[in-house]
């Protein structure tokens, strides 16, 4: 990753992707031109839309799927919210404890038409499916306490009782290689690994799924011709995953693109080696075990303090100080962690 370490430049030494990504310069450039033309009354929507269908093409390839079945929304809480609003009444959801509310919320506010959420030790989630599971949703990286979903036991599960599988990749897309296909549905919002501001979400929404979803978003970036729909009053959309889309973040988007490009060509094995590497080494000079993962927390009193006048951005979840590397860390960083919280 040194080859494209000069792509970033700081003030701080930056331990926080978990809560947001750092652009490297082709993502800052491309925002800032494109500013400048929205400023200046010169930008060109059809040059900001072409971007917008580079982003969905470039984040399928980043977590495992067919542009075409990548849909483009707002946040995790939104793609999912339309996932829970579209199945049927009396549905039965099983979460783990504890997980991110943006998954979790928006089956809870579907409890007036029966349907029912509930919950189980990650550990144990698997063993938690049963025939009264109709669907699971989980984290594949915890944001609380940073642990690792056991996936392969989970989708097992799930699949020998028929139940759909619905993950937020939010704290694995960027840095882990993924198979969304192998999910009815993976979403992720793009502001942390991914590297792109906020307010752009993805999803791969496998083909049966689409099928038992409704698009109450549907607006005229979501036909399948989007300049004959603004007007439209017979209701054309494609049978791709794009008729779920909204309303395009024409600006988030030119920036994912240029983000998922640095991301593409460093390669996401690469970047994997690389983030569990600095984790690891970390992990390993506090005393602890590997823990296969970009993020790593800390249960140390006043490590966030200590660590922010050292100059490192961290975090506090669960109680926990959250340690998060990526492309734009090294190993010096790792060693200055430590070295501030074994040196207070």
Request: glycine share 4%.
């Amino acid at each position: 990753m040194d080859t494209i370490r000069h792509l970033w430049s700081t003030d701080t030494t930056w331990l926080n992707t978990a809560q947001y990504g750092i652009p490297p310069q082709p993502t800052h450039q491309a925002l800032t031109q494109a500013l400048d033309h929205w400023s200046a009354a010169t930008g060109d929507p059809h040059t900001w839309s072409r971007e917008l269908e580079q982003a969905r093409t470039h984040l399928a390839a980043l977590v495992g799927a067919p542009a075409h079945d990548l849909t483009l929304g707002a946040a995790t809480a939104q793609i999912t919210g339309t996932i829970a609003a579209s199945l049927p009444d009396n549905t039965r959801v099983l979460v783990p404890e504890g997980d991110f509310t943006s998954i979790v919320f928006p089956w809870k506010a579907q409890a007036d038409r029966g349907m029912s959420v509930r919950t189980a030790p990650l550990h144990h989630l698997a063993h938690a499916v049963d025939e009264r599971t109709d669907v699971v949703v989980f984290s594949l990286v915890q944001s609380a306490d940073v642990r690792l979903a056991p996936t392969d036991d989970i989708v097992a599960a799930a699949r020998a009782h028929n139940a759909l599988v619905v993950v937020d990749a939010t704290q694995a897309a960027g840095w882990m290689p993924l198979n969304a296909t192998r999910f009815d549905a993976l979403i992720a919002s793009a502001y942390k690994w991914l590297m792109a501001p906020r307010g752009l979400a993805l999803a791969y929404l496998s083909p049966a799924l689409r099928a038992r979803l409704r698009p109450n978003n549907a607006g005229p970036f979501a036909a399948h011709h989007p300049p004959s729909a603004m007007y439209a009053t017979t209701m054309d959309l494609p049978p791709t995953a794009r008729a779920f889309d909204l309303p395009p973040n024409w600006f988030a988007a030119l920036a994912a693109a240029a983000s998922a490009r640095v991301l593409l060509h460093a390669g996401l094995d690469n970047i994997h080696h690389h983030n569990v590497t600095l984790t690891d080494h970390f992990r390993a000079l506090m005393g602890q075990e590997p823990a296969h993962s970009a993020i790593t927390g800390l249960d140390l009193p006043h490590a966030t303090q200590r660590l922010a006048r050292a100059g490192i951005t961290t975090t506090q979840r669960a109680g926990l100080t959250r340690l998060s590397f990526h492309l734009y860390n090294t190993l010096e960083d790792a060693e200055r962690a430590a070295h501030a919280l074994h040196h207070p």
